[in-house]
């Protein structure tokens, strides 16, 4: 079996250890070894659902027989803002990278693109985030968290918002009729500290976090 994965830096398998980032590719060698996969990864750091729509449609002019998998991990990105805007302009207007509305837009472009070249577009949750933390990781450099909060309202909008976004792909998951893999309740679910399952920036899940998104889809694959 052929999986394509498509998505951000969550399932590119990025860590923030010893404050840099590195990419560890564990969990798909692992699960290509477990389950006799050809696993591609075409994640990328930083990758909105818009950015990687002209990929998807290059790769779907190649029609094949069936037998392929695409696995979808968009939102993550698409929910962020210009934080330094923000923190320059609180009472502003700020739009995130991708509104809700684009975001449904494309993303359903993608599966259907997907879907139409032969492949079996398979989308996930997004892992949750701390709110907290990822505030705290964006103004270690000078950025204004009184700012910011002002524009907020409150710190954990932060989490609602990325939130939304994991909601809008369980809603296209069944408005498409594409398999689904919740790779955020066995986050939430876990016994662990929370902040044990991410890495300091409270947005990329740690090693413990990466072993929790390995084992929801060794589940999955029964």
């Not at 986050?187 to 662990?192: E, K, N, S, T």
């Amino acid at each position: 079996m052929n999986v394509t994965v498509y998505g951000d830096s969550i399932l590119k398998g990025v860590l923030l250890e010893g404050g840099r980032y590195i990419v560890e590719h564990g969990w798909e060698q692992k699960l290509a070894e477990r389950f006799g996969l050809h696993v591609e990864n075409r994640s990328r750091f930083g990758c909105t659902i818009r950015k990687a729509l002209e990929r998807i449609r290059k790769d779907a002019e190649t029609v094949c027989d069936g037998t392929e998998y695409a696995l979808l991990e968009f939102g993550g990105n698409d929910c962020d803002f210009d934080w330094a805007e923000v923190s320059a302009a609180p009472e502003g207007e700020h739009n995130c990278k991708t509104p809700p509305q684009l975001f449904l837009d494309v993303y359903r472009r993608a599966i259907r693109l997907l879907r139409d070249a032969g492949r079996t577009p398979v989308l996930t949750t997004l892992p949750p985030i701390n709110a907290e933390l990822y505030l705290r990781f964006l103004c270690r450099d000078g950025l204004s968290r009184e700012n910011i909060v002002r524009w907020l309202g409150d710190v954990e909008r932060i989490y609602r918002w990325q939130e939304n976004y994991s909601q809008m792909a369980e809603q296209l998951s069944r408005e498409e009729s594409t398999p689904l893999i919740d790779l955020r309740r066995p986050f939430l679910q876990d016994a662990r500290p929370p902040k044990a399952l991410l890495c300091a920036d409270g947005i990329h899940p740690s090693r413990l976090g990466q072993g929790l998104i390995y084992e929801t889809f060794c589940a999955a694959l029964g």
